[in-house]
């Protein structure tokens, strides 16, 4: 039996609740929530048992999961370093905050680093972990059926491949968002109403991910499929090629992994 305490309850921290009772990991009696904030408590309550403050009521229970922002980290490491057990298997999803850095805060050694990113709210995220090196292999296999329950999952041997995988992925549905919002201003530019616009924005792209998904050619192939020789896609990509906006998005992606980088120093 599994019994889990989730420290701050904003969105992921509630995603984790949904998911671990969605897919009956956990029973709601199973699962302690603890957040400050008495607004968002007040939403909480059909997921679990609530609590405002970190004491002796989360010995009872086998994983704790911060799910706080990173820069709120600090206010809880003398509490939670007061109440935490050895056996007690510790789950991060605080960007930027190293396994070094809880172990020196906390005193404690059985923890997995995480990254989800925000799709995991429908259960279609993806998330990169490691563990550290005194977490055994019961434990990662723990975490990795819990955390597969908001999407899937890929386990790294290197902790620094995270800010890699912050920047890949943990960021990545801005620059999908992004790219979506200049299609939708082209069309708006071009004649097209604003909702209808975005609704052909957001089908195509819904389609050419479930394409590109399941085909079995590479995106080049992909690309080529589209883009007739001398054709309208062939002009779009042309401008593309000459403004270097693959690079442009390339640089920005390494921008945000050093960014990660440091962040996990500071």
């Known amino acids: ?9 904003g969105n992921m921290g509630l995603t984790y609740a949904k998911a671990f009772l969605k897919d009956n990991i956990v029973s709601q009696k199973d699962i302690l929530l603890i957040e400050k904030n008495a607004e968002i408590k007040d939403r909480l ?11 002796e009521r989360i010995h009872g229970f086998d994983t704790i999961i911060l799910a706080i922002k ?9 509490d939670l370093k007061k109440h935490i057990k050895p056996s007690q298997l510790l789950i991060s999803i605080m960007a930027g905050i190293t396994i070094e850095t809880l172990k020196e805060n906390l005193g404690h050694v059985s923890i997995i680093r995480a990254m989800p990113n925000t799709p995991a709210q429908l259960g279609m995220g993806i998330t990169g972990f490691t563990a550290s090196k005194e977490t055994n292999i019961k434990d990662v296999l723990k975490a990795d059926n819990l955390l597969n329950s908001t ?5 790294f041997d290197d902790e620094s491949k995270l800010d890699a995988v912050t920047a890949l992925s943990g960021s990545g549905p801005a620059y999908f968002y992004f790219i979506a919002s200049a299609m939708i201003e082209a069309g708006k530019q071009m004649g097209i109403d604003e909702h209808i616009s975005s609704l052909l924005v957001k089908q195509t792209m819904n389609g050419a991910f479930h394409l590109m ?13 589209v883009a007739s020789k001398g054709g309208t896609t062939e002009a779009a990509l042309s401008v593309f090629k000459d403004e270097k906006l693959k690079e ?19």
């Open 1 to 9: 039996m599994i019994r889990i305490a989730i420290i701050g309850c």
């Open 45 to 55: 309550k059909p997921f679990g048992n609530v609590a405002n403050q970190i004491d």
């Open 70 to 78: 990173p820069q709120d980290s600090k206010a809880i490491y003398a």
């Open 151 to 155: 999407g899937k999952t890929v386990f």
């Open 213 to 225: 998904n399941t085909s079995e050619n590479n995106l080049d192939d992909l690309i080529k499929s």
């Open 248 to 266: 442009a998005l390339v640089n920005g992606i390494v921008a945000a992994e050093k960014r990660a980088k440091e962040l996990s120093k500071s």
